[in-house]
């Protein structure tokens, strides 16, 4: 899973990927960077960890997150030439975009355009990622237009039917609504097959909070969510500056500098949290002496979808999948208890696979 973070020079976005990743990248004097940041995060887990416990095996590997960290770029905002206009191919490749927005005031570092104005820059962003969508589309109803005219109504079909949808895409962001918010469905979908739009990839909006407005963290949330969730996105306030600087400290001084400043959980685990709820997702496991795994899917996957996440041989030859939920093994104490207990399940092609499961799949080779 890669989620791509950008954001406007000096909103702190690299303090933010440096403390969501445990990270180094450079701060500050960044925005003069032409390449990205990559850092990749181990999901905990506590469910592999008791797994491990009980089984002993001789590999433990949890789910990862890749957070792409892009460069600000330059200030030509909304003209395809802001922080999204170097890079749209991989943005677009992203499972979602974090975009970092400036909530700090901080007179060492002063914002590009003199104000810190959150509300601003979200809106600015969006201009600039419409853009870029606005001139994709106006090149694919080009090429349309020439492949059409050369062709009988009769033997149209799908070219028309994605011709009428761009432009009900391009009416609808040119009336502020991005992609993602139009409703497009399975078969609109099936029509953009292999088009890369920077407003349709799930978006999670973080702004970045000083820490002097800590204590009305869950109160801004509350408000940003209230203004700017409606878009077919999610909104969560973070303090990156305070989390970066934890980074050098114990777990059990975290916890308590934490503690006082009434926040509740690690900026990572906020993170985590926020990037699986974005783009729908869950972990199930798979246990065994050689190796205890989380694997991660998105809600409502089959068992053979499941399969096809260990190996591809997996879901093609599926048989049946036999399936513990992790609560049920660990009142159980081990699996040969469970299958006493009758809490170990055989489930078929059509069980969706829930959170937790521990799954063992049989197939043919």
Known sequence: MQLGIIGFARAGKSTIFNAVTRGSAQVGAYSSSTQPNVGVVHVPDERVDRLAVMYKPKKTTYATIQYVDFPAGGEAFGKGEGPAGKFVTEL????????????????????????????????????????????????????????????????????????????????????????????????????????????AVPMLVVVNIGEGDLARRSELEA??????????????????????????????EAVEFRAEAGVTES??????????????????????????????????????????????????????????????????GSEAEAKKRGVLRTEGKQYIVQAGDIVNILFNV
Not at 95 to 114: K, N, Q, Y
Not at 122 to 131: Q, R
Not at 283 to 290: Q, V, W
């Open 92 to 199: 677009a490749r992203m499972d979602a975009l974090i975009h970092v927005v400036r909530g700090f005031e901080d007179e060492s570092v002063p914002h590009p355009e003199v104000t810190v104005d959150a509300a601003r820059d979200i809106a600015t962003m969006d201009l600039e990622l419409a853009f870029l969508d606005l001139g994709i589309i106006e090149k694919r109803l080009q090429r349309l237009e020439t492949e059409l005219r050369s062709m009988k109504p009769g033997e149209r079909g799908d070219l028309q039917r994605l011709k009428d949808l761009l432009l009900r895409m391009k009416d609808g962001l040119e009336a502020e609504t991005p992609i993602r918010a139009q409703g497009l469905n399975m078969e609109d979908h099936k029509l953009l097959e292999g088009s890369q739009f920077l407003t």
């Open 223 to 252: 408000e940003y969510h209230e203004k700017f969730a409606a878009t077919g996105r999610d909104v969560s306030v973070f303090c990156g500056k305070f989390e970066m600087d934890l980074n050098d400290l114990s777990e059990d």
């Open 267 to 332: 900026g990572m685990a906020g993170a985590i949290r926020m990037s699986y709820a974005l783009l729908g997702l869950i972990s199930f496991l798979t246990a065994g002496p050689d190796e205890c795994r989380a694997w991660t899917v998105t809600a409502g996957s089959t068992a053979p979808e499941a399969a096809g996440k260990i190996h591809s041989d997996l879901k093609r030859g599926f048989i049946r999948a036999e399936v513990i939920r992790f609560d049920d093994l660990i009142a159980a």
